[in-house]
């Protein structure tokens, strides 16, 4: 079985790669020629993947799941949320965003945050939702190498790791895109096969 991710994200295609059965090919943006940034004009996490979802389907004519995450600081109103990827003014550039986290939080108390992934799937004519949430802290400076975007300043709740010191594994075991993804596979009734 064939299905497609829409991301180009190696990192995030790495994450769900591993959760996914032997037998389901998972075929990336690149791998079905879409080259192109899909706009994410949405002002919800839920709408910006429906959008990439729908893509993918009306342009490529792929079945497709696509996923969008946003990182919510409870002490910010939730922000960055849904502008995640350009909270610094940058296209999508880690270093700088973390950087303007970590200034906005100088003397903020209540560090507590989570991620939020919203997974769209576009299935033979049928839309579903999947959300997966990590409940979480924002620590005082960066740690770890691993992971990408905010993992680094990223503490989950119950461990004194930062995303960006855990394995893969144990990332996708705890984390926002790995619940989100095994609600996924429950619906598709793969996780078992
Ligand atoms: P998007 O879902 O690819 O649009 O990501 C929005 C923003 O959140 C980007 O800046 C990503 O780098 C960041 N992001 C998404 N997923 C994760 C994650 O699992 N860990 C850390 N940052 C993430």
Redesign the pocket.
Known sequence: MKLVFA?H?P??FR?VQILMPKHVKLLSLNDIGCLEDIP?TSDT?EG?AILKAEHVKSHYGYDCFA?????EVSALNGA?GVY????ANTS?N?QA?MEKLLNEMLDIEDRSAR?K?AIALTLEGHQNLFLGICEGTITLEPRGKE?????PI?QPLGFVET?AEMSLTQ?SEI???GKAMRELLEYLSLNNS
């Open positions: 991301t994200n990192n995030k994450e994410e996490i910006n996923d969008d995450t946003g990182l960055p995640s990827a350009r909270y999508n880690a965003n991620f992934t992971g990408f975007g905010y993992d990223f995303f990332k984390g926002h895109r």
